[in-house]
């Protein structure tokens, strides 16, 4: 059976005695023709939209699923939003928006969006365009003069283009390099961290997603308006849609019921102030609510027209770069070839979303939440399978539930060896300090045999400092601190205390000797 359901009328004519009927047609429907005047002819009305619903059955496995899902991925508080043609099939609040207060999620509960922001930037540049102020293949540089890139040593151009459609050659890493800045200057100083920089690939030659494309495109919209990204992106694209509780700074949206943001530690969601990246606001930090999502969702699907902005441009965001046929990249969108569906996630250090338009169905599915978590788009795809009829599929899990469960079994561990080394060695200590032990030579094999020690020591600490790049992130630890668990670095922090006690330990002790051996 269809998820969605909708009403048709019908009228039925009633049925007529042959004999009367051919009596109308051949001698009275004539006569009553000829007497008539010709009636006016009225424009033709458009036919009412079908009226579509859930199921009882449906809204009931929507809500296990959901509840399931955030029982699984420890998520504090969840916010989904359904709509089908310009109706709203769905919008409910899940948990709480603060655990502490128990204040509860509500449609009007704001959140940080992460990547879903990136199509609001896309609609100001394409307004920059229109307006004749640019051309899409005009290289960056040409406005942010300073900005250059390099590849394989050599200065290459980059376009606007490339920018929009993540083909520009930008490192994915280069999201660690991002500082967290909140003064007027911050979206200069964050994509200044880019000059110089070394692509991965020939510009324009295959997608590479890297969120600091869009901080780009932001100074790009601030340089050529002449106002702050903000301000411009408010009074042009927010308040023109319509959008009037979607926020460009977080001090605003904090004076609105910006809800808690929350990371996991212990394996239980903690409260968490994540610093601010203001430089980052145009690829990540536009923050919304279910009630503004509704009419994001509308606007993006063309089934409602808000006055004052032309939603052709929409429908551009929604095309795949036409220079790249393989890519899967709109303008801030993720369209994917083979599929009906055009979507894109988005994750910060303490909240996550999803949001999934079909055009052909004319649906759009939205998800906000308060931890940064993978479950948050297993359950927007789980919700739109449901809606197709079909099962939800498990959850692989969250990659930040694995690094906290991996962490605390290490601290668990770790622990109590740190200080059970601790221990031990300030005991040696104490002993050397009171001359009950004293050094002792060693031969070219115990100078050997040290050196190989310490070694064994630093290629340890290395390790552990290299393990962003290991995992295949490449990021510094300054970033992994502020985007994973808390327990992440504790866990790291404490097994390098534990090797560099035992490591002193082995040291200590090696080269000494209690002093009755000695005699």
């Given at each position: 059976m269809s998820y969605f359901k909708y009403n048709h009328s019908r009228k039925i004519a009633p049925r007529l005695p042959t004999l009367v009927l051919w009596l109308a047609a051949i001698v009275i429907l004539p006569a009553w023709i000829i007497g008539q005047e010709p009636a006016p002819v009225s424009p033709q009305e458009p036919a009412p939209e079908p009226v579509y619903q859930l199921s009882p059955d449906q809204i009931e496995k929507i809500e296990t699923f959901v509840a399931n899902q955030m029982r699984l991925g420890k998520m504090p508080g969840l916010s989904v939003v359904l709509v089908r043609g310009s109706q709203t099939l769905y919008k409910k609040g899940f948990g709480f928006a603060d655990r502490k207060t128990r204040e509860p999620v509500t449609p009007a509960t704001l959140f940080e969006l992460g990547s879903t922001s990136k199509a609001f930037t896309a609609l100001g540049v394409l307004l920059l365009q229109r307006r004749g102020l640019i051309s899409l293949d005009d290289p960056v540089d040409r406005y942010i003069h300073w900005l250059k890139f390099k590849y394989r040593g050599k200065e290459v151009p980059v376009s606007i283009h490339q920018l929009l459609?993540?083909?520009?050659?930008?490192?994915?890493?280069?999201?660690?390099?991002?500082?967290?800045?909140?003064?007027?200057?911050?979206?200069?100083?964050?994509?200044?961290?880019?000059?110089?920089?070394?692509?991965?690939?020939?510009?324009?030659?295959?997608?590479?997603?890297?969120?600091?494309?869009?901080?780009?495109?932001?100074?790009?919209?601030?340089?050529?308006?002449?106002?702050?990204?903000?301000?411009?992106?408010?009074?042009?694209?927010?308040?023109?849609?319509?959008?009037?509780?979607?926020?460009?700074?977080r001090k605003e949206a904090l004076e609105r019921g910006l809800a808690q943001g929350y990371k996991l530690f212990f394996k239980k969601p903690l409260a968490y102030r994540a610093p601010y990246y203001r430089g980052n606001v145009p690829a990540g930090y536009v923050i919304t609510n279910g009630d503004d999502l509704e009419r994001w969702l509308k606007i993006q699907l063309g089934t409602i027209e808000p006055e004052g902005f032309p939603l052709e441009l929409i429908s551009k965001t929604h095309e795949r770069d036409p220079q790249l046929p393989d890519s899967p990249y709109g303008m801030g969108w993720f369209v994917l070839p083979g599929r009906a569906d055009i979507l894109h996630g988005?994750?910060?250090?303490?909240?996550?979303?999803?949001f999934i338009l079909n055009p052909d169905l004319e649906l759009g599915i939205g998800v906000l939440a308060n931890l940064n978590s993978d479950f948050v788009g297993e359950t927007g795809l789980g919700i739109l399978a449901i809606l197709m009829g079909r099962e939800p599929r498990i959850s692989a899990g969250d990659f930040n539930a694995k690094m906290d469960n991996a962490s605390t079994l290490i601290l668990i561990a770790g622990i109590p060896l740190l200080i059970l080394a601790f221990i031990l060695f300030c005991i040696l200590v104490g002993r050397i300090i009171r001359k009950q032990r004293q050094y002792r030579r060693r031969g070219p094999i115990g100078i050997i045999t040290a050196i190989s020690v310490s070694l064994l020591f630093l290629a340890f600490v290395y390790l552990i400092f290299s393990f962003p790049t290991l995992i295949g992130y490449a990021v510094p630890w300054s970033f992994v601190t502020v985007w994973q668990p808390a327990t992440l670095s504790m866990a790291a922090i404490t097994l390098v205390s534990l090797i560099f006690f035992l490591y002193l330990y082995f040291l200590f002790r090696f080269f000494t000797l209690p002093v009755a051996a000695r005699q």
């Open positions: 459609h993540q083909s520009s050659g930008i490192p994915f890493n280069t999201i660690g390099t991002i500082p967290p800045l909140e003064g007027d200057d911050a979206l200069d100083l964050t994509v200044k961290t880019l000059r110089g920089q070394s692509l991965a690939h020939q510009p324009g030659q295959k997608f590479l997603y890297a969120t600091i494309n869009y901080d780009v495109l932001g100074l790009l919209i601030q340089t050529l308006s002449g106002e702050s990204y903000e301000d411009y992106m408010k009074e042009k694209v927010l308040l023109p849609l319509g959008l009037t509780s979607t926020y460009l700074t988005g994750q910060n250090p303490n909240y996550a979303s999803l």
